[in-house]
């Protein structure tokens, strides 16, 4: 996994670098280090912890290089140490390298190196592929192309997925990448190029992206660039214009990005609705499923696939989509989709749901699902995504970078857009206009109900305090709240590392009820619907075995005193939009719970934002 950015151009590579690396931390925050090509040396910095600590560390010796490498780690092989941070360097000194994803022939082709003398200093794959480049290159001695063909033929070596830059210490105006599996954009600006991972990482000095496609090679000479494929065809470069999304974000008076973006949820689901609706008021119009109407309309079949939290939105669409829709929905955990020998039918939809567009797993299941010839569509939050680009059509989500490593603002437009995406086929089908159009209504109401509920945060925030000394906590909904409860759990323990689970709530009594105790809380989320009567009955369950209840309940449905011992309460809303509402209350109560521990909501220990690694 990890961030990667080069730098080559006229002016200091060290600020754009740093910088880079800043707005690529979310790809991974256990150590960074970067390295400039100093004419005879490179000049190498490496810290473990955030990218500040290296920043810090750079400060203090400032270079003066316009060539150089950069990384943030996600650690993969070997421990959070500094020997193991990159940038790598090859045994002999000549080659420097960052490197994305894994490389899983690594221990064959160590032996191979150790066999040859070469010794190494960390227990990373990534410096085994450098050192691999550098061996390469020492074979190519009078080779016209030594440099290119040495990474060409290293890659033809390895197995498994990477994004990489190299320099090589013999050209001092020259930087490679490479991509297979993992990510890579070049980016051209009016002094400098680029590559990174990803083009938020030269936000404001590239004006456009050239994407590599798996197995393309960049050669960075100068000003100029060129790119080929990995045997060594010239091949296409198109470039696109960089969005330049940097003021977007500034965290401003917000205490950490994760509060900023569960706040700023009423706007964002505005963007996510805007101009999506037909002229009659009774359907979604979503413009990227243009060309595909006649497939859509037949579909026998909808198979999603997704990770963490956009997998729990997928739940939430599976319950949507099949009530409003009538077609047979299968959520997939993405890792799994690709490995199962899942019959195929033809009119089968595979939509693949992912904030950053670019979680391996989830392009493996798409890749997939494309060589079986099925249609794939896919909804993401990030322009230009490989998920974007990768899929037969897809929707967009609108909703602004999602910094914070919890998903929160993401999740809200997911669920959003599976509810449109219902609506769509369910007017294709049997759903009539007069409830399509209290769909659109109720959808259009969202964003000032959302409002409503983040304006009770105080409340959530004493709740959590309450319950903040708990280690154990578990989370009950039925139907489309199952999800939710779901998502209510894995929030809280990414970023306040307690133990909590989410079930189906009459699932309680088949296991789950043996963990009842004064320290265990539940949290119940009641649906307001006739299946209310039977969650209550399930609260009244914990409560006969003194566990402490939080229920979670529309406005006008009765909850009995000895059923629960807090209720936070809901708007009274459509059905479609109530697993939106309900999941705010648990965003809130993780939140104000890590918070009240005293940890880094943003960056909560072990995670990434995006994982790019299978
Ligand atoms: C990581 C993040 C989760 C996220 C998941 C899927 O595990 O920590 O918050 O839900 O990836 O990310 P995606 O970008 O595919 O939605």
Known sequence: MCGIIGYIGKGLAQESLIDGLRRLEYRGYDSAGV?????????????????????????????????????????????????????????DGKFVMVHNGVIENFGALKHFLSGKGIEFNSETDSEVLCNLIAYNY???????????????????????????????????????GARRGSPLVVGLGDDANFIASDASAFVGRAKEAVFLNDGELAILKGTDFRITTLEGQEAKA????????????????????????????????????????GDDGTTAKLGGLEGHEEELRNLDRIIFVACGTARHACMVGEYLIERLARVPVEVEHASEFRYRNSPKAEKSLVIAVSQSGETLDTLEAVREAKTKGLLTLGITN????????????????????????????????????????????????????????????????????????????????????KYSKAEHLLFMGRQSLYPVALEGALKLKEISYAHAEGYPAAEL????????????????????????????????????????????????????????????????????????????PLQLFAYHFARLRGLDVDKPRNLAKSVTVE
């Open 382 to 465: 990030v322009v230009g995504s490989s998920l974007a680009r990768e899929t037969d059509g897809g929707v967009y989500q609108r909703v602004g970078p999602e910094i914070g490593v919890a998903s929160t603002k993401a999740f809200s437009s997911q669920v959003c857009l599976c509810a449109m995406l219902g609506l769509a086929l369910g007017r294709m089908r049997d759903l009539s206009p007069m409830d399509g159009q209290g769909i659109v209504e109720a959808l259009n109401d969202l964003p000032d109900l959302v409002s409503r509920v983040l304006q009770q945060g105080e409340q959530i925030r004493e709740l959590a305090l």
């Open 35 to 91: 390295a400039f090509h100093e004419g005879n040396e490179f000049c190498m910095s490496r810290e473990t912890g955030r990218v500040q600590n290296l920043a810090d560390s750079v400060q203090k010796n400032s270079s003066q290089s316009s060539l150089g490498i950069a990384h943030t780690r996600w650690a993969t092989h070997g421990a959070v140490t500094v020997p193991n941070t990159h940038p790598h360097v090859s045994h």
């Open 509 to 584: 009594k088949h296991g789950p009820i043996a963990l009842i105790n004064p320290e265990c809380p539940s949290i119940f989320i009641v649906e307001g619907s006739e299946l209310s009567a039977k969650t209550i009955a399930n609260m009244q369950e914990v409560k006969a075995r003194q566990g402490p209840v939080l229920a979670i309940a529309p406005e006008g449905v009765e909850i009995p005193k000895e059923a629960a011992d807090d209720v936070f309460r809901l708007p009274v809303a459509h059905e479609v939009v109530r697993p939106i509402l309900a999941n705010l």
């Open 138 to 176: 020492s074979e190519l001695l009078n080779e016209k192309d030594r440099l290119i063909d040495a990474v060409r033929i290293a890659l033809a070596q390895c197995r498994g997925a990477y994004g990489i830059a190299v320099l090589c210490l013999d050209y001092s105006e020259t930087m490679i």
């Open 238 to 277: 198109v470039a696109h214009p960089v969005d330049q999304i940097s003021e977007e974000v500034e965290i401003g008076d917000f205490d950490s990005f994760m509060e900023k973006e569960i706040y700023e949820q009423p706007t964002a689901l505005k963007n996510t609705l805007r101009g999506r609706f």
